[in-house]
Nanobody, 124 residues
């Protein structure tokens, strides 16, 4: 069992930066690839970024490549999402999740553990 708690969201202006954190409880955190997803009003939840269990591999949604960076500190049971050059298209509730099933990392159905989400609002 893994419990996830996100923090770091807020209201910012276009061009600003934010760093989201996701604190995990549970001894098996280090075993799971971790992902960040987001859901904007009226839209489906979409994959944003993922990081392997060791932190050695990362993958991103095309629209955030070069602006967002996912990282993890397994000693602190925490995964981060550094978001730079934010724009209004990034406005959404951001969720972290633990991937417990094998498969293509962009499928939300492969993630069994989810946080409650943190709101990111970017004003233009």
């Amino acid at each position: 069992q893994v419990q996830l708690v996100e923090s770091g969201g807020g209201l910012v202006q276009a061009g600003d930066s934010l760093r989201l954190s996701c604190a995990a409880s549970g001894r098996t955190f280090n075993n799971y690839p971790m992902g960040w997803f987001r859901q904007a009003p009226g839209k489906e939840r979409e994959f944003v970024a993922t990081i392997s269990s060791s932190g050695g591999n990362t993958y991103y949604l095309d629209s955030v490549k070069g602006r967002f960076t996912i990282s993890r500190d397994n000693a602190k049971n925490t995964v981060y999402l550094q978001m730079n050059s934010l724009n209004s298209g990034d406005t959404a509730v951001y969720y972290c999740a633990a991937q417990t099933r094998r498969g293509n990392y962009w499928y939300a159905s492969l993630y069994d553990y989810w946080g409650q989400g943190t709101q990111v609002t970017v004003s233009s």
